[in-house]
């Protein structure tokens, strides 16, 4: 442990010498680029201020590679053993994030929120490690879309009731972030005043850049919560981008012209006579037109399945004609028979009483 401890503090010794003042610059110069778009009146989106992202953000990953290189943050280490000049990079991942939600690309804005959550997270993360500050995590991606659809379904049952208890719970943690937030930022001001000048000690700009790291840490959980709520938005719209996509594709069929429908071809030509700029047209024109086109309800089916149902049909039909000629044949024969048997026992004109006085 001592001799890691030895390399560490070579490694740091040389990295201050060679490569610390251009890492120092590329992480103030990121930072300052920042809070100039973040307090500009220009429109976002104009050419200049996304030129301007586009730079912090190149300056602050190359800032991340040569962190990650030096292996300047270990897992082992508390929060006091950190050197003050290292505590500043703690504030990589959340500027990153911050610059990465300025781009305003509409046409990548998914993979936009899903970058800065990233970087976001990775932020809270590292202070989470060191104990920072007093701050739950929030949930992962994929627990956050589990915990969405359960919050449907909930949602979708008629006897479901809204969670006040939760809902009173997260409003509460807002009010406790925004009153941190603006307690850290008024002591912020007044510990840059000296860190400006030049004369605050090794102490005030420790606790400078820790004031700026737990501000940051507040900033970050608001914007995870704005990030999952604009995750769910753009999903939906993907899908029904998709949906309308599919729609559009599908080929649409002319509109038909206004005519006259007749019921022959005579009619058709007293309609055709008097109108001969409105066309004519009879029930079976119209019928045959719309067969050509495949435009019947019965074309709907397919052929094959046709051809088997009108076979059933067939069969039935014939089946039930030879049930019925046997059910005639067996009767007419049983009819026969008791007539014979009824002329054998009764004279001819038996019964006929109606030309009788």
């Known amino acids: 442990m001592a001799e890691r401890d030895n390399n560490q503090d070579v490694r740091r010794s040389v990295s ?82 911050a610059l990465t939600l300025k781009q305003t690309s509409q046409d990548t804005r998914l993979d936009i929120v899903n970058t800065a959550r990233v970087y976001f997270m990775d932020f809270l993360l590292r202070c989470k490690q060191y104990d920072v500050s007093q701050f739950e995590l929030p949930k992962s991606a994929s627990e956050n879309d589990d915990a969405s659809e359960h919050e449907r379904s909930k949602t979708k049952s008629p006897h479901s009731q809204p969670d006040l208890v939760t809902m009173a719970t997260q409003r509460q943690a807002k009010i406790e972030r925004y009153r941190q937030k603006k307690e850290l930022e ?90 001969p700029s409105l066309p004519t047209m009879t029930v079976d024109d119209w019928y045959e037109q719309h067969r050509k086109q495949g435009a019947l ?9 046709a051809l088997e149902d009108d076979t059933d049909v067939n069969e039935r039909d014939e089946e039930k004609k030879e049930k019925d000629a046997e059910n005639d044949t067996e009767d007419a024969l049983l009819k026969a028979r008791n007539w014979d048997d009824w002329k054998d026992t009764h004279r001819r004109g038996y019964g006929n009483r109606q030309n009788m006085g």
């Open 16 to 97: 201050s010498d060679t490569e610390s003042p251009k890492l120092s610059d590329l992480l103030d110069r990121g930072w300052k680029i920042f809070e100039k778009i973040d307090g500009t009146d220009e429109p976002l989106g104009s050419r200049a201020v996304q030129l301007k992202v586009k730079e912090g953000i190149n300056m602050l990953m190359e800032a991340s590679k040569m962190i990650a290189e030096l292996n300047l943050f270990s897992r082992n280490e508390e929060l006091e053993e950190i050197a003050t000049a290292d505590l500043k990079y703690l504030l990589l991942p959340a500027l990153l994030g």
């Open 186 to 275: 008024e002591k912020l001001s007044d510990v840059r005043r000296a860190v400006d000048s030049g004369q605050a000690d090794d102490e005030v700009t420790r606790d400078f850049y820790l004031l700026n790291i737990r501000r940051w840490i507040t900033v970050c959980l608001e914007e995870i919560e704005s990030i999952n709520q604009e995750q769910e938005i753009l999903k939906k719209m993907d899908v029904l981008k998709q949906s309308t996509a599919k729609q559009s594709s599908l080929p649409v069929r002319r509109p038909m012209k206004p005519f006259i429908l007749t019921k022959g071809a005579v009619q058709a030509q007293v309609f055709g006579a008097g109108y």
């Open 297 to 305: 309800p019965d074309q709907g089916i397919p052929r094959r399945v």
